[in-house]
């Protein structure tokens, strides 16, 4: 599993960017119900697996990779903060991976998208953890004593964001101009505008809507229903009673797996295996993918353009913070 990294001014980009998300997923679910007469694609090979470690949805050539999305945030950080910096405003320091992590680099390599995108794969996952989050306590003691990260003062968002608790714009700060759009925005025009994983995966990007609506459409797929009911016929013959693999699980959401969970989870993971729930939906959804993308060639062909625009920019960011410290 990958290590999670969220930069301090990411989840305040994330927040300012979440009132059009909803707007987006509902016109996502219509797009997805209106499109159910298609015939659906063709399929292409049906890998015969149940972890994703190795598998790739298409779209995932058109983002950044892991590593380069931690770079972005990195990057994006040092660009907010040198700007904070010469407007003179306390901002917090941001987290970073530990220097030398090799494991947390070697997870960032192996991660893919599909990372419980079918619900639970992971065999060691499901014996130790049952449905949970994995968790690490490698940062040891040194992190149950670090100081917790104070939020920033109500200024400091307003020269981060470029507007007001009340959303208007400010234009500067103690008699200094802020940057139009505060100093995310000064970051954002450094590096491109977009998502976590790159221009076009905010929540009206085009490939955050690929990514979307070929999840939607792929539950609904005749193959896959098929397939659910397979599974839910093996779980049922183990004692579980579930539909789909996105059913809730209620215990999952307590302090620590039970074993009702984790005997569960086993069965999940062992059924999922018996039936190729995850190789035949990964298929089905790869191929709606390959139908969308080939649909939209001239806007990925931007977001390739741009996606390529930022990682120069996060080479350059990074080379110069490289000579400003040396």
Known sequence: MAMAYVSTHALVRRVRRAAIAGGVLLLVTLTACSSQQNKPPALGKIPRTVGVEHLHLPVERYMLSPRQALDFDQA????????????????????RLPAGSAAAREALDAYTVTYRRYGLTDAAE?????????????????????????PPSSAARGVLTGVDT???????????????????????????????????????????RIKAVSFERSMADPRV???FSAWSACMGSRGFGMSTPMDEVPSANAARPSRQEIAQARADVACKARTNLVGLW??????????????????????????DTTIRAIDQLSHNQDEGES
């Open 166 to 208: 009340s959303g208007t714009p400010l234009t500067s700060y103690r008699g200094r101009p802020i940057p139009q759009g505060g100093c995310l925005g000064e970051a954002e025009r450094l590096l491109g505008s977009g998502g976590p994983q790159g221009p076009g995966t905010d929540p009206d990007g085009i490939v955050a």
């Open 126 to 150: 499901a014996r130790t953890w049952g449905y949970h989050a994995p968790t690490t306590t490698s940062s040891g003691a040194a992190s149950a004593k670090a100081s917790p990260l104070k």
């Open 282 to 307: 990964f298929a089905v959804e790869s191929a709606y993918q390959r139908a969308a993308i080939e649909q939209h060639g001239p806007e990925l062909d931007q977001v390739t353009a741009a996606r």
């Open 225 to 227: 229903t098929k397939v």
């Open 76 to 95: 994006s950080d040092a660009a907010v903060r040198a700007c904070m910096r010469r407007l003179s405003v306390p901002y917090p320091p941001a987290a």
